[in-house]
């Protein structure tokens, strides 16, 4: 026993079992058992109570079931298929499913087949509820988890669906068939058992029918709700009761209905989809549009066939109020379409289907004293009383003048609404007649009222002239301008002209206008200042001038024709008789010589010439020109003031140059001309001119710079004298200073030589004796630091050497008593353990089975320990006996190298 029982050391048992295979392990001393493949060696199983386990009998092929509590050792022949599993159990208000259950006799047994074998339901499955803890049976499976029974809630059901048919037996003792695929409820409150062959589709939940609500339902299927009424497939239907509602199996919850409450104010417009009875008794066609007021109820919630088509608001008249209504309602409820009527105020109603209100809520017209009102008859009917009875006829106007307060009857149109137009003494306004179409100029100070037949009308203007109208305080002619039109662009765009208004142009001082009558075909002149009103069928006459140097035509546009003095510049090339070609640029005085405003001939000659300034120019041009082509370069340059004036002016009888160039078409006279330039055209002609005037300015210059070459020579040779004269005078004074700077340095160099070989010696006798203190006191301090550093290291080596000494000493202490301590304890360990045994237990054990030698090992301490070369099968049991075999009395004593550890 002593040379067998030798117990492994911890740290060479990890290496032990690893030589151990994994298929080949089995733990004896365990309650579960792990799976073991069909070469497992027998062993023993323990069960605990209510525990269970699947065995395999190899040789019939048939699994059984082992129920604890007991204890079962595997043949050779059996193999566990199963480890031991907890029964199943079932609490109360639970319930499992079984798949594939087992079949039972009449009292609960399982059946079982030729071999033994217990007989399944393959493909079914079972539901259990509170009962004893069982096992599974081979076969058997546990689906999913044991689940809480279901409580359906008040006001809650369970939406069920029978999968195949069967019976079903009811409290009452009663049993309905029910066939697959039909749907009922069951209704709380109470505790469900499931079934295996019905299918919970959804849990409904009652809904609130609160105050002001109601239930939409819709049938799924010919049914009858739960209020007793027979539905159709389709049907929908309204709950109004308040309260908690439970919809049936064939009844399908379209919508929770709010109510619309009606007030005063408001009332609710319905259409009828289907021909019906509403909740107040009243028969509704397909199509009927009705109203629902506070009158027939507070509240409303529309039927299911009601379909809600707008809130309709009360309309409120005032007592300065008045509306038409179109289409009004009969007395049978009914539009009455091309009707209308007139509504006044104080007043309020709703507006029923089919009516409208023609232009909205209107105000009384209130009249002044200056206004009236144009009507319009639309129908034929008569008005006043008595002998102011009056017919009117469709088409009539007529007018009603203020102050009074005017509601228009259904048979009369207000066109507009006029007022008297004030006219100041320089205003007037358009009228046209629209019977006659005859149109006339209403001036003013008056305030006129167009009458029924009268309109006002708008005389339209070519845009250049309104353009001019809008600029009146630049349409006087500048002549000193070339510009177009005068633009509105330099500032604020003018506010544009009422074209019903007369059209007034303010003339001004020392001008004249001309005005046109196309339908009398005559014309006026108007002299300014003045202020021109312009008639209906009158026009301006616009004046296109030319303007720029030289002149172009049509450059200024005009209303008014200044009369000037003025003057004007033209630009115009001449060519002299030696073929000279200049370019003159003059400029005219002239006006418009009119001594009597009265002799309509004279004044109307002024604009029988429609661009005076262009002829006028053209015509001084071509005698200048005329002039000028008999005459030399060298004569006019030196009397071309003469020959243009002459030319333009002409020579009287004493031959004298006349003072006026006139125009007896227009009267235009010329008064003077200014010669601004002359220039050259022929760039030859420009050279020499210019060549000789450069000849004239160098013959100038030349003799400038000889005088300044003279003055400046004499300048310099006075300055070179007295510069000469000072540098003889600043070399003098330089010499005499030279002199004193040499006897200077020959002084500091005597006493600068001196000092230096004085400070030398000095230097170098204290350099010497400061060298020899130095040397000695470095000696000095090596020899102590000497001393200081060996004295140093051989304290140090001392103190070492002790401190390794005195903790050698300690570990050797500290290893001979864990030894002493150790071998005490393994040996107490040992004894105890024998002694605990004795002699005569250790005896029976060795000469007992296989359970005695396993409590053996237990009782010696060893777990699972195994003892193999890793190549052969351990026998368990047989170890126990190898450890054991040489065991021949009690009380045998174990050698001191056998003992653990």
């Not at 060479?12 to 073991?36: E, G, K, W």
């Not at 369970?158 to 009922?184: Q, V």
Request: net charge negative; with cysteine.
């Amino acid at each position: 026993m002593v040379d067998t029982l030798r117990l492994i050391h911890p740290t060479q048992m990890v290496d032990t079992l690893r030589l151990i295979h994994p298929t080949h392990y089995y733990s004896p001393f365990t309650n579960m058992s792990t799976p073991t493949p069909q070469t497992q060696a027998p062993g023993i199983i323990r069960l605990k109570p209510q525990q269970y386990i699947h065995l395999l009998d190899n040789n019939t092929g048939v699994t059984r079931l082992e129920v604890g509590p007991q204890t079962i050792t595997l043949q050779d022949h059996e193999r566990l298929v199963l480890e031991p599993q907890p029964m199943i159990i079932v609490p109360p208000r639970h319930h499992c499913t079984i798949v594939n259950p087992v079949l039972r006799d009449d009292h609960g047994q399982p059946l079982q087949d030729a071999h033994g074998q217990i007989k399944l339901s393959y493909g079914e499955m079972e539901i259990r509820f509170t009962q004893d803890p069982f096992p599974l049976y081979p076969g058997e499976q546990l689906l999913d988890k044991i689940k809480r029974l279901q409580v359906v809630e008040t006001n809650t059901a369970l939406r069920l669906r029978a999968l195949r048919d069967f019976t079903e037996t009811l409290a009452e003792g009663k049993t309905i068939n029910r066939l697959a695929g039909e749907e009922w409820l069951f209704e709380g409150p109470g505790t469900y058992l499931p079934r295996i062959d019905v299918e919970v589709l959804e849990t409904i939940k009652a809904l609130i029918i609160r105050p002001n609500q109601a239930l939409r339902l819709l049938a799924r299927s010919n049914c009858i709700d739960r209020l007793g009424n027979k539905r159709r497939t389709g049907e929908e239907w309204l709950v109004r009761e308040e309260g908690a509602y439970l919809p049936g199996v064939d009844e399908e919850i379209v919508t929770v209905l709010e109510t619309y409450v009606l007030t005063e104010k408001k009332a609710l417009q319905l259409q009828a989809l289907r021909t019906f009875t509403d909740v107040f008794g009243k028969k509704r066609k397909a199509g009927d549009e009705w109203l629902v007021t506070i009158n027939d109820a507070e509240t409303h919630i529309p039927d299911v066939y009601e379909e809600v088509i707008q809130e309709v608001l009360i309309t409120t008249l005032d007592d300065r109020q008045w509306c038409m209504v179109q289409d009004p309602l009969g007395p049978d409820g009914k539009p009455q379409l091309g009707k209308k009527e007139i509504r006044k105020g104080r007043l309020s109603f709703f507006l029923h289907p089919g009516e409208s209100l023609e232009g909205g809520i209107q105000p009384i017209y209130v009249l002044g004293e200056q206004e009236a009102l144009l009507l319009k008859a639309t129908e034929a009917f008569t008005e006043g009383t008595g002998t102011s009875l009056i017919t009117r006829h469709p088409g009539d106007l007529w007018m009603i003048e203020g102050p009074c307060d005017y509601i228009p009857p259904v048979q009369v149109q207000v066109m507009e609404k006029r007022k008297a137009i004030p006219l100041d003494k320089n205003e007037g306004i358009y009228i046209r007649d629209v019977k006659t179409g005859e149109l006339k100029l209403v001036s003013g100070p008056q305030a006129y009222l167009l009458t029924p037949y009268e309109e006002l009308w708008a005389k339209e203007l070519p845009p250049l002239v309104e353009g001019l109208l809008d600029n009146q305080a630049d349409a006087g002619i500048e002549m000193r301008r070339s510009v177009a039109a005068p633009s509105p662009t330099s500032r604020d765009s003018p506010k544009k002209r009422d074209p019903t208004r007369a059209v007034v142009f303010h003339v001004p001082q020392n001008s004249a206008v001309q005005l046109h009558n196309y339908k009398d075909r005559t014309a006026r002149i108007v002299f300014g200042p003045d202020l021109v009103m312009l008639g209906p069928d009158e026009a301006f006459t616009v004046l296109s001038l030319s303007g720029d140097k030289p002149k172009r035509p049509h450059v200024i546009k005009t209303l008014n024709l200044f009369m000037g003095p003025d003057f004007m510049t033209d630009l115009f090339t001449v060519e002299t008789s030696d073929h000279a070609r200049l370019q003159l640029q003059l400029a005219y005085n002239w006006y418009f010589d009119l001594p009597n405003r009265n002799d309509i001939e004279a004044v109307t000659r002024m604009f029988q010439v429609p661009d005076f300034v262009g002829d006028a120019c053209k015509a001084i041009a071509s005698r200048v020109r005329g002039t000028v082509a008999g005459v030399k370069f060298d004569e006019f340059h030196r009397n071309s003031a003469k020959i243009i004036r002459t030319a333009v002016f002409g020579m009287d009888e004493q031959s004298r140059i006349r003072k006026e160039f006139r125009f007896d078409t227009n009267n235009l006279v010329i008064t003077n001309i200014d010669i601004k330039s002359v220039e050259p055209v022929d760039e030859e002609t420009l050279k020499s001119l210019q060549k000789s005037v450069q000849i004239a300015i160098k013959i100038t210059s030349d003799a400038q710079e000889a005088a300044a070459h003279h003055d400046a020579a004499r300048v310099e040779q006075e300055a070179k004298a007295r510069l000469e004269r000072q540098v003889i005078i600043d070399t003098r004074e330089a010499e005499a200073e030279r002199k004193k700077l040499l006897e200077l340095r020959a002084e500091n160099a005597a006493i600068e030589t001196t000092g230096k070989a004085s400070a030398e010696a000095k230097a170098t006798a204290e350099a010497s004796r400061i060298q020899g203190e130095t040397s000695l006191n470095l000696a000095r301090q090596d020899s102590e630091a000497t001393r200081v550093r060996n004295q140093t290291e051989l304290e140090h080596l001392k103190a070492s050497q002790a401190a390794e000494l005195e903790h050698q000493q300690a570990l050797t202490k500290l290893v001979i008593e864990k030894e002493e301590k150790m071998a005490t304890i393994r040996m107490e360990e040992f004894k105890n353990r024998v002694t605990a045994l004795g002699p005569e237990t250790i005896l029976a054990i060795a000469t007992a089975g296989p359970a005695l030698q396993a409590k053996l090992l237990e009782g010696l301490g060893l777990k699972s320990m195994l003892i193999t070369d890793g190549h052969r099968p351990v026998n368990l049991f047989n170890t126990a006996e190898g450890l054991l075999g040489n065991i021949t009395a009690p009380g045998t004593i174990m050698e001191e190298e056998d003992l653990p550890f």
